[in-house]
């Protein structure tokens, strides 16, 4: 079964600084896609980013970048600028034949 | 706005009690899933369907009766839950199992007293 660990449960960043959340999975699977959910208060699951396992290049969306380490089975998200609306709980996930979420990291921004 | 609406957003309901969620999408998608949030721990995928048919079901206890008449409306009907199965439960949809996203509804925040 496929397994998706966050290492960190909570973050802080300063506003305008930069923020790495970090995301580990386990796979035997081959082929598979690598998504940033973030879920504000208002509970409403976002998709923030997503990656293409085939893919080397990492996705970048605005402000929102990620380091995928395919070999490594790694895939952090960098948040540049952070902004206060930034303050979320993030959730990376793993879809090959399901979709696997990891336990979040919930990220608070100071102003 | 995800284009998914779940209703209703707020139930308590007691142990004897039986009620339905409701998860409803136009967006053309074929799938739909039921997950389950309880606080500190992964989301948990409860069901999964495609094309109205039910393709996974995680061990899910038979309390939990999932229904999807069609590719556009899912339900989740719920009959002597248990203090434990209080969470947020969630419905996503996507247009396939495969390689796409999902979407989610703002979710059902249930309390079982």
């Known amino acids: 079964a496929q397994t998706v660990t966050q290492s960190q449960p909570e973050m802080s960043v300063q506003e305008a600084e930069t923020v790495t959340l970090s995301c580990t999975y386990d796979t035997s699977e081959s082929d598979y896609y690598l998504f940033w959910y973030k879920q504000p208060p208002s509970r409403q699951m976002i998709l923030v980013i997503r990656?293409?396992?085939?893919?080397?290049q990492n996705a970048t969306e605005n402000r929102f970048s990620v380091n995928f380490q395919k070999a490594a089975k790694s895939f952090s998200l960098k948040i540049s600028d952070s902004q206060l609306g930034d303050a979320a709980m993030y959730f990376c996930?793993?879809?090959?034949?399901?979709?696997?979420f990891g336990a979040g990291t919930r990220l608070t921004v100071k102003p | 706005e995800t284009g998914v609406t779940q209703t209703p957003r707020h139930l308590v309901m007691g142990m004897t009690n039986k009620k339905s969620l409701k998860c409803e999408q136009h967006?053309?998608?074929?799938?739909m899933y039921w997950y389950k949030q309880s606080a500190k721990k992964p989301l948990e995928l409860m069901f999964v369907?495609?094309?109205?048919?039910?393709?996974e079901n995680n061990s899910v206890p038979s309390r939990f009766s999932p229904e999807c008449p069609n590719s556009s409306h899912l339900f989740l009907h719920l009959h002597t839950l248990q203090p434990e199965d209080s969470a947020l439960y969630l419905c996503?949809?996507?247009?396939?199992?495969?390689?796409?996203?999902?979407?989610f509804g703002q979710g059902t925040r249930l309390t079982v007293v």
């Open positions: 996503a949809s996507s247009h396939g199992t495969g390689d796409t996203e999902a979407f």
């Open positions: 996930a793993y879809r090959g034949n399901d979709m696997r």
């Open positions: 990656q293409e396992a085939y893919k080397q």
């Open positions: 967006l053309g998608h074929n799938a």
């Open positions: 369907y495609n094309f109205k048919e039910q393709t």
